[in-house]
């Protein structure tokens, strides 16, 4: 079942640090490039989630989560997010 499109405001995670630019200036062009930028933001993310919620999608993740490294998962990423480089 497909989720209805966003229209509210993307999640802080979203944004990323070169668009503090375009938050800390209020000039006519930087808001026009931060709204365009913010619907192709929330149509990406209504896409992903409705394949995710396809046959397709769910397929992938069943697959996903029969690799042994799934239930390592969160361990892995927050390595990787402390270390530049793991040995």
Known sequence: MRKAPRTGTLP????????KDFLSSR??????GW???RRR????LDQ????QESEEGEKMQRFRRSLPSYNERDALLTM????????
Request: proline content about 6%; overall charge positive.
């Open 35 to 37: 709204r365009i930028l």
């Open 80 to 87: 990787i997010s402390q270390n530049q480089v793991i040995s």
């Open 27 to 32: 000039s006519p062009k930087r808001v026009l």
């Open 12 to 19: 802080v995670v979203a944004v990323f640090p070169i668009m």
């Open 48 to 51: 992903q989630q409705a394949w």
């Open 41 to 44: 933001s929330l149509q990406l």
